[in-house]
């Protein structure tokens, strides 16, 4: 796509996205309010359990699939990778659902409600089939931001039509369910009418398995633990840190979900230029997504330390004051994660770097990991938060220095000139060669 194209669909996904979050404005004050903060911090203790469910169903097929299905060149071979795609989902879907019933009885909040934690666990394996990867790789971006606000407007009816006080917790996540299994029949729908039935088969699901490890470990260490601070923090806190925490990480994670739709079309279209040998293309486009993404950062950083004091009270309410602290400790996040959404998604997974990015993650991992288990024990919410941050950081060192050692430094704009001047002052020899895309 020229410019202008990519710029229409961007604008597209992002007004979709604007939808979502524009649900969220719904919902989250809803909640915080009709539920209470002990309610609602069991609640998105649930949740955080199924958005670990999802990623570990997903075992970093997402984006194999999407860098598989963008080469395609026929429905026929477009089918293959689906048919395989959801027999491997399928597999892991039961090792899920093993996991998500022990994570439920070993976690104190979660136990006192064990059907909140069996549909939060059903909820992630139903996320974990979406077809999201099949339409971006095929470059059908407009399709999956439909069908998903088609499931946010009907989770958004029946949660406020079904969820009336703190005793309806568990309407929520039946409503989230019910919904997500209705868009995946549209989803399923809709792709096997363009591409076929998928056939299922298992023949390929350990090789498939083995090839997207790499990119699982490195999705382990950015997204699974992240995305399960909450829950951990509920072995660690009291109920009422967990609502602080997890309504906090719910604006912070609204904040790094606008850079989802950019990369939606940013990484298939660099993976087909690279496929195709056009790799001054696939510079020029990993540049702007450069600039936009560090723009992103930055101004979400101040945005956050400016406004949280002011917006969070009232749109929660006043219960959910301390919860302003956490924002502010999260926001420092947020140049470090667009930094490291750049580089691994739009530099690495494209070049096919996954082994790079599976020792970054783990590495990235045991930091955060550590970092949650000295400082959540003792700061509750605010400990949790800083581990969060220094995770994100640590990730970003690792992958700057991966990046140099590669010779792809000069993907990031004026970071060649900058990094030139540093060795000078360092009296170190600039070395000379090309980036290697290879």
Known sequence: MDRRASANVIAFMYGGYLVRYAYLLIVVPFYGRVLGVAEYGRVLASMSLSNVIWMLVSFGFTFVGMREVAKAQTPQESNAIYSLHVSARLVLAVIGAGIGIVATWSSPVLSEQPLIGLLATLL??????????????????????????????????LVLTLVKGPDDAVWVLASLLIAAIASAIVSYGLATWQIGLPRLRFSGVVPLVRNSTMLFCYSSGSVVLTASSTYLLTLFSTPAQVGYFGAAERFATIGLGLMSPAAQVFIPTITRQLAQGDKAGAHVTTRRGAML?????????????TLSPFVLPLILGAAFEPSVHVLQVFAWMFPFAAFNELVAFY??????KDRVLAIAGVAAALVNLASALVLAPRFGATGMASARVIGEAALSVTLLSVLIRLELISLLPGAEKALARVRVVCGFRT??????DD
């Open 124 to 157: 992630g394996i139903v996320q974990a089939l979406n077809l999201g990867w099949l339409y971006q790789g095929r470059h059908y971006f407009r399709t999956p931001i439909m069908i998903e606000v088609f499931g946010f407007a009907l989770s958004l009816a």
């Open 293 to 305: 993404l560090i723009g992103y950062g930055v101004l979400v950083l101040c945005g956050a330390l």
């Open 347 to 352: 530099v690495f997974v494209p070049r096919r």
């Open 431 to 436: 070395q000379a060669g090309g980036a290697k």
